[in-house]
């Protein structure tokens, strides 16, 4: 599902605009998981004050701020860079359980993945050795996905420590219905809410299908496993690229994904062995 987002984004980015997209987005990926809750016989939307709060926070760190630098990012760079960088969020997952948690101490593996995944979107940057001997590590472009990492990486932080016991239907639910009252008001001061081809809803389709997955994926296997199997959306990502929207890889870039595997691989070494 997060290979195919950023494939359809693009594909929308044709005859629409970033902010359409992703208010489209939105709404999509609410009607998806509502349907969901309803389909799972649950009626009971109901949250406490306190958990609303933080649903809040999600909505407008995790979506109306970072995916929607994510998805602007996306109309100036291609869909390796944005999906290699943004799964660069376990770096910033385990410093930030470290410094503001205090839940875990840094191991010779967390600093050694960290370490690896820094070079691996280093490579993937810079694309060519012309480019790093130069020091052009990178785009703005690139720049903006990192910031949506960061954002991601304290969504996921707030879910863990106070909203773990709520239902992955709801979760997404109230994350993206606040989010699409954000993105409907604000453009009802500009221009309406259009919807100018089948992609943006696919879009949202994915993305709701994909959160909901990852969700209950997380609740029936180890998250070292879960981190492990998330890799395959780079390449995934590349693939497609390559296939539908004629985006090319450089050796340094494919490089930087290797790195990406064995920089995941060392920050889940605490749980299982990697080799």
């Known amino acids: 599902m997060w290979a195919v987002e950023p494939i359809f984004a693009k594909l929308a980015y044709a005859n629409s605009d970033f902010l359409q997209t992703s208010a489209v987005r939105a709404v999509s990926v609410a009607l998806v998981a509502i349907l969901y809750v309803l389909l799972r016989g649950q009626t009971n939307l109901k949250v406490t004050g306190r958990q609303f709060s ?6 407008l760190a995790g979506t109306i701020f970072g995916d929607l630098l994510y998805f602007y990012a996306l109309t100036r760079i291609p869909v390796l860079n944005a999906v290699l960088i943004g799964h660069m969020q376990p770096i910033f997952i385990v410093l930030m359980g470290f410094f503001l948690l205090k ?36 785009t703005a472009g690139d720049v903006y996905v990192l910031l949506a990492t960061v954002a991601w990486a304290t969504t996921s932080i707030v879910t863990r420590k106070y909203l773990r016991e709520l239902d992955a239907g709801v979760v997404t639910f109230y994350r993206y219905v606040v989010a699409s009252a954000v993105f409907i008001g604000y453009l009802s001061l500009r221009s309406p809410l259009l919807l100018s081809n089948i992609y943006q809803i696919m879009v949202g389709v994915v993305v709701g299908a994909g959160t909901i997955l990852y969700y209950e994926g997380l609740k029936r296997i180890k998250a070292a496993q879960v981190g492990a199997l998330e890799l395959s959306t780079p390449f995934f990502a590349t693939l497609l690229a390559f296939l539908i929207l004629g985006e090319r890889v450089t050796a340094m870039q494919i490089a930087g994904l290797a790195l990406l595997l064995v920089g995941i691989c060392f920050l889940s070494r605490k749980e299982e062995a990697c080799f």
């Open 54 to 59: 933080h649903l809040v926070y999600l909505a």
């Open 103 to 138: 839940e875990d101490r840094l191991t010779k593996f967390d600093y050694a993945g960290i370490g690896t995944m820094i070079v691996a979107g280093v490579l993937v940057t810079t694309k060519t050795l012309e480019n790093l001997s130069a020091a052009r590590l990178g």
